[in-house]
């Protein structure tokens, strides 16, 4: 078994800027196979978007800004019979259909390829360590992937992620073959490829799907249900993703505790200061200031 080193710093292209764009895409348009992936910041935002676009050729990385520079031209390109290698495709299909309109048409997912081998570990980072006797870090998992500027250090990260799957691809692509897994794979591959994109969609009645609110009371059901709604808007209305507004184990406690006063809410497990200071005003008009109770 090989000894694992961690990889070595990357100093991939930044383009940013129509003419930069431009080159990248003179540069595509030769290449028969592209890998690709994208950076979000669902955990961040209530409409996510997507920030970053990583590209890899052999020899070669690149991050594409989309909040710089019109990337519709990419489109183009990136469809098609060329081949597009990605790991765990079906979110990045689905995230560039909504946001740009693309059909990425010809598609290779790393990961379905690797589960359909039989490996039990299927993440990038595993699959890399396996093949290639590199670790990679998660440094930068949890990163706010739509603030500006950005460091070197998240570049060199985001461009971990394509740098490996194109020798990746030829090593599942050789055992799939070998095992006449090839055909089943690609089938899989164009189900993937063929993915809607979906609008993000609110139920009002999710809140019944919380841990803990089956066993409130009918007036702690109500107003968890009046929680889980304001909620929704202080989060649309700030543009932060409802979790990070108020935890759902907060929302619970408070429907259970029924506080009646400033300290009663303060008092209830989840919610900081923070959580007080993001939706404070929702939660003292739902428990307490409400006239409906």
Known sequence: MRESVIVPSLSPGFIADGASLDALLLRLAAEPRVALDTESN????????VCLLQI???????????LAVD??????????ERELVL??????V??????????????????????????????????????????????????????????PDQLRYAALDTHFLLPLHDILSTGLAQGGATDEAR?????????????????????????????????????????????????????RPSFKVIPESAMVELARRKPRDEAGIRAVPGVTPHVMERAGEVIRRVVRDDPAR
């Not at 790991?87 to 990045?92: F, N, Q, V």
């Not at 990961?111 to 670790?135: D, P, T, W």
């Not at 609110?213 to 649309?236: C, F, H, N, T, Y």
């Open 42 to 49: 669902s955990f961040h935002a209530y409409r996510e978007r």
């Open 56 to 66: 890899s050729i052999p020899g070669a990385d690149f991050i594409v800004d989309p």
């Open 71 to 80: 990337v519709r031209p990419l489109g183009a390109v990136l469809g098609g």
């Open 87 to 92: 790991h765990g495709a079906d979110y990045d």
């Open 94 to 151: 689905r995230c560039l259909r909504r946001e740009f309109g693309w059909d990425l048409g010809r598609i290779f997912d790393t990961m379905i390829a690797a589960r359909r081998l039989g490996s039990k570990e299927l993440g990038l980072a595993a699959l890399v360590n396996a093949h290639f006797g590199v670790r990679l870090t998660k440094e930068h998992q949890r990163a706010d992937w739509g603030r500006r500027p950005l460091k």
């Open 187 to 239: 089938r899989e591959f164009d189900r993937i490829a063929a993915a809607a994109a979906h609008a993000r969609v609110f139920d009002p009645e999710g809140w019944r799907k919380l841990k803990g609110a089956r066993e409130l009371d009918p007036e702690g059901r109500k107003l968890l249900a009046a929680l889980w709604v304001g909620r929704e808007e202080r989060a649309s209305a700030i543009d």
